[in-house]
């Protein structure tokens, strides 16, 4: 059954009102710290159980009642189940043994989207072209306003009030906050409605990628100030990263210029790497506690799989709270996403991660060497490379409803159409 056929007619198509519900439950209530900003913890609790639930029913009527080709169950459905029934399975499992736990299964959520998507491709019910519009203006908007409040502070404006939050304390004001550090000042890094800064920087760069090959230059200055002021090393060479991926883009316009494109990309990360190499060695050194915990993480996870496989073949015992999973056994560090999945969903669902992520870098990187991408495509799969380095820190874009709101529809897309590739 051939759904996933994508044209011009295509973003003709409007979103329904279920999909902009998802889209903007999902920037309010999951993605960013606005909930608390603006208390909204109550109307954010029956929002995402509402959700939840619905997703569930789209997904079971998805893998029950419609027929895909053998390529979209292998490397799309069956690794987004796998993920699913693994961590739910572990939640459920253990809130048996304390109730509390089951407010977990909300972490299931962004799988949930991606096996609802195919639905809503099907319905012709969503235009990601839209979405990806929407995306953008929302963060320049909302970091504009959280720009003038970070300086505000600094200025000597009180106009903020202290919250304590599971994330720890921050002072917030009308549309932002900053974390308070132990000696009770404003943290000097930028967090606009964001958890963490290095999150923030995240996902400002897919809104940087649209502002650019879409020519939004007053928003990409904005959206690049608000950049700087996150301090993410990570951020900054994902950033390098995407600029190097603009000049091959913008000259590999077609086959015959890309063997030229490749040797300008290459000179280029050559001659960046070399002026900018000492910045970045000087910033990961200064990260001190931090880089070593990232590095512990990736190591421990690497090491403690096998005998997480043996003895935790689902996932270890799970607890209210991160300071309470990390008295657990054979606990891996989620500073690297890959071990929260062992640590949730077991074998099952790090199967399954593994496959997406990697099948979505893959097929970013085939189609940017293909070249011949629409505006969308180029800011779509430039957007999917650049944030792949981020699975060593805590959550990435695949944790986010809006990985399977914005990207999947095409990934899907071009999937289908180069099978015989991927």
Request: net charge positive; glycine share 4%.
């Amino acid at each position: 059954m051939k759904i996933f056929k994508i044209n011009t007619q295509a973003f003709q198509i409007r979103n329904s009102y279920f999909v902009l519900f998802l889209f903007i439950s999902t920037l309010l209530f999951q993605t960013t710290g606005l909930k608390y900003i603006w208390s909204l913890l109550t109307i954010s609790t029956f929002v995402n159980l509402s959700v939840l639930i619905s997703l569930l029913l789209i997904s079971l009527y998805v893998i029950q009642g419609t027929s895909f080709s053998v390529i979209t169950w292998k490397r799309y459905l069956i690794p987004s189940i796998m993920i699913f029934v693994g961590m739910a399975a572990n939640i459920i499992y253990y809130s048996f043994q304390n109730i509390k736990i089951v407010t977990q299964l909300g972490n299931t959520l962004p799988w949930l989207y991606c096996l609802s998507i195919p639905y809503f491709i099907q319905k012709k019910a969503i235009n990601i072209q839209k979405l990806w519009k929407w995306y953008y203006y929302f963060f320049v908007i909302i970091n504009l306003l959280s720009l003038l409040e970070y300086y505000s502070i600094y200025l000597g404006n009180l106009n903020f009030k202290f919250l304590e939050t599971p994330y720890g304390p921050y002072i917030v004001n009308n549309f932002s906050w900053l974390y308070m550090t132990p000696d009770g000042l404003p943290h000097f890094r930028y967090y606009a409605c964001f958890y963490e800064p290095g999150t923030l920087a995240m996902f400002l760069l897919p809104a940087i990628s649209y502002a650019f090959f879409y020519k939004k230059f007053i928003g990409l200055l904005i959206l690049l100030v608000a950049f700087y002021f996150t301090f993410s090393l990570g951020g900054m060479i994902s950033l390098f990263l995407l600029a190097l991926i603009i000049i091959f883009i913008s000259f590999a316009k077609n086959s015959k210029f890309l063997i030229v494109s490749i040797f300008i990309t290459i000179l280029m990360a050559i001659v960046g790497w070399w002026n900018l190499r000492d910045q970045f060695i000087t910033e990961y050194e200064e990260k001190g506690n931090s880089s070593e915990l990232r590095e512990q993480s990736f190591v421990r996870t690497i090491e403690n799989i096998p005998v997480m496989f043996l003895k935790y073949p689902f996932g270890i015992e799970q607890a209210e709270n991160t300071l309470e999973l990390e008295k657990k056994e054979n606990y891996i560090p989620a500073n690297f996403i890959v071990g929260y999945y062992v640590n949730t969903g077991g074998f099952l669902a790090l199967l399954g991660y593994l496959v997406i992520t990697f099948m979505t870098l893959m097929i970013s990187i085939g189609a940017v060497l293909k070249g011949s991408l629409l505006k969308e495509e180029k800011v779509i799969f430039s957007s999917l490379i650049v944030l792949f380095p981020f699975i060593f820190q805590r959550s990435t874009i695949w944790e986010s409803g809006l990985f399977a709101l914005m990207f999947v529809p095409s990934i899907l897309h071009y999937m289908n159409k180069y099978k015989r590739i991927f």
